[in-house]
């Protein structure tokens, strides 16, 4: 930091990152549909404005967003606390979302407590926690595929300076409660094949 200015690539402190919103390049979620077969009843609970609901739309999925912020999307369920829900909507198969950073292990944990099949976009240091064994070694994380190259940055919402390359290596994390074994480790591409 100079001057209280962020530079590059430094992280933005909490106080600033408000609502923790980095919305997901479209090209992260169209890699997903390419390596992944999703369900077709998808629920995007921290949905922010839709990038990533725009996108599986697109390729057809039922998709119900929600977010405890209202960004002013009609089609998106504003008010809705992730973390106070206690049952998974209708005919919802998995869930898919770009957690809040803060509250990434709680987002991945409480998931799994809603619905089969849980889909996040994480950092891919979230791998090195032992606070997150439980999560991470209980035999249902099937898939982690990490990207090949860094995502196009994803900036904070509303964020007015330069706009930079991400330093962060991300993954698509994907967990099934009907894997057993060992996870298997894949590298993809987010560039247009």
Known sequence: MTGGLLTGNARAVLSDRK??????PPVAVHAL??????????WEPAAGPGSIVGVLRGA???????????????????GRDFL?????????????TNPPFKLADQFVAHALDLCPKVVMLLRLAFMESERRRAILDGGHLARVHVFRKRLPMMHRHGW?????NSAM?????????DHAGPTELRRLSWETP
């Open 33 to 42: 549909l390419r390596a992944e077969k999703l369900p077709h009843y998808l």
């Open 84 to 96: 106070m829900e206690r049952k998974a909507p209708d005919n919802c198969q998995a869930i898919v």
């Open 19 to 24: 609502d923790d919103l980095y919305e997901t």
């Open 169 to 177: 290596a991300f993954a698509w994390f994907v967990w099934d409660h």
């Open 60 to 78: 057809g999925h039922e998709v119900l967003a929600s977010d405890l912020v209202d960004y002013g999307v009609p089609t998106h369920f504003a």
């Open 160 to 164: 007015e300076g330069s706009k930079v």
